[in-house]
């Protein structure tokens, strides 16, 4: 399984950078690029268009503001697509939140949390372990750690 971890900016590095640990833990390969959807167009249709010709079986795109990211790439694949909002100097990160979650219908955006580039990672792997059983047990070992990190919390 290989993965496409893309970003509107250098600046959703550092928010981005929580997928990137979450793959690295899991032993999954994973390719990242910045590619902006307003200011780089003709590279996103190309690199998406033709991801899964290079192996990649899912696109994880974390964008701001008026964050167009997901939907144009999501638009170029059938690969599925997890948007990451990522939280700007305005609004929150609302802005990108409502730009990727109210995809219109026919398009589908897979939409995490504001900045939840962990999650948008734990849903790649949790989506490529229905066919792939050792990354399925992985995944339970780890539900089970996070389980028994809380329930052996003391304060
Ligand atoms: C979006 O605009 C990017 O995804 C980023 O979150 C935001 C700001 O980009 P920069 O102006 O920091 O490059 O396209």
């Known amino acids: 399984m290989k993965v496409a971890i893309i970003m509107g900016s250098t600046s ?16 999954v390969e994973y390719e990242k690029r910045v590619i902006s959807a307003h200011r780089a167009p003709r590279l996103l249709a190309d690199y998406v268009s033709s991801a899964k010709d290079r192996g990649i079986s899912l696109i994880i795109a974390g964008a701001g503001g008026a964050a167009h990211l997901a939907g144009v790439a999501a638009a ?7 948007g990451v909002p990522i ?14 979650v109210q995809m ?19 849903l790649a792997l949790q989506i490529a372990a229905i066919s792939d059983s050792a990354l399925s047990e992985k995944l339970a070992s780890f539900r089970l750690k996070q389980t028994q990190a809380i329930e052996n919390t003391s304060i």
């Open 12 to 27: 959703d590095l550092e928010v981005m950078s929580a997928a990137f640990a979450v793959l690295d833990d899991f032993g």
């Open 104 to 122: 219109p219908s026919g398009i589908p955006v897979a939409t995490v949390a504001v900045n939840g580039s962990k999650n948008a990672a734990l």
């Open 87 to 100: 939280s700007g100097k305005a609004f929150g990160g609302l802005d990108a939140l409502l730009s990727m």
């Open 76 to 82: 170029y694949t059938t690969l599925p697509v997890i």
